[in-house]
């Protein structure tokens, strides 16, 4: 069963930074666009950052531009969301999630059908 693993959450300081992983269990991710997505307290789930399955293209939402960075490597079958400057407001979980898609103009939770089962992070001081 295809499943995904995300790591890197933690509790971070204001204008601190903090690397998210996402990997599969042993299925390649070469061919699946990955997306990273976000549900904070009291809010609906939201798109971060996505990525076509080459690494070609990438979307990211406006709240986050200039601020993270979504990048992956098929060799080693990862996929990362490096966080910089972070806020309060970025607080939540961080979701991966997996499908055989194009990343042209959007990065949106519907589009996306295989999740993994999310990591925690807190920026707080």
């Known amino acids: 069963q295809f499943q995904l693993v995300e790591s890197g959450g933690g509790l971070v300081q204001p204008g601190g930074s903090l690397r998210l992983s996402c990997t599969s269990n042993g299925f390649s991710l070469d061919v699946y666009a990955i997306g990273w997505f976000r549900r904070a307290p009291g809010k609906e789930r939201e798109g971060v950052s996505c990525i076509s399955s080459s690494g070609s293209n990438t979307v990211d939402a406006d709240s986050v531009k200039g601020r993270f960075t979504i990048s992956r490597d098929n060799a080693k079958n990862m996929v990362y969301l490096q966080m910089n400057s972070l806020k309060p407001e970025d607080t939540g979980v961080y979701y991966c999630?997996?499908?055989?898609?194009?990343?042209?103009?959007?990065?949106?939770?519907?589009?996306?059908?295989?999740w993994g089962q999310g990591t925690q992070v807190t920026v707080s001081s």
């Open positions: 999630a997996a499908e055989i898609i194009p990343v042209q103009a959007r990065c949106v939770p519907g589009d996306f059908g295989s």
